[in-house]
């Protein structure tokens, strides 16, 4: 039994099917690898670095940064279908290396060897 019955709506108004509003509060979760971007930039003479960053903002700092030189960047720059490939495989061994805290690691530095 309702303590509070709601009222009923005038025969003029109908209910308005609205999306569900996204959590304002804290930070969005961050999952797989359709949340993250790889982009690179010249680093030196004769030195290419990919970086990964999430995909929420431009000032995201660089998750994972793999450095190349100029002959492997062209290769792998070469073609869209190539590049397109190596994203995928670049982030694909980035997530599969990251320890997670479920992974049950100690990390710690005064952890027993």
């Known amino acids: 039994m309702d303590d509070f019955p709601s009222k009923p709506l005038p025969a003029n108004v109908l209910p308005f099917a609205a999306k569900p509003k996204p959590p304002t509060r804290g930070r969005r979760?961050?999952?797989?690898?359709?949340?993250?971007?790889?982009?690179y930039v010249k680093v030196s003479k004769n030195t290419w670095a990919f970086r990964i960053r999430w995909r929420e903002g431009e000032q995201e700092p660089a998750v994972y940064v793999s450095r190349v030189d100029d002959k492997r960047f062209k290769s792998i720059t070469k073609g869209k279908a190539?590049?397109?490939?190596?994203?995928?495989?670049?982030?694909?061994?980035?997530?599969?290396?990251?320890?997670?805290?479920?992974?049950?690691?100690?990390?710690?530095?005064?952890?027993?060897?």
């Not at 994203?87 to 005064?110: C, D, E, M, W, Y």
């Open 82 to 113: 190539r590049y397109a490939a190596f994203k995928k495989q670049l982030i694909s061994s980035f997530l599969s290396r990251t320890v997670r805290q479920g992974h049950g690691i100690n990390a710690s530095p005064n952890r027993a060897v």
């Open 29 to 39: 979760r961050k999952a797989g690898s359709q949340a993250m971007r790889v982009d």
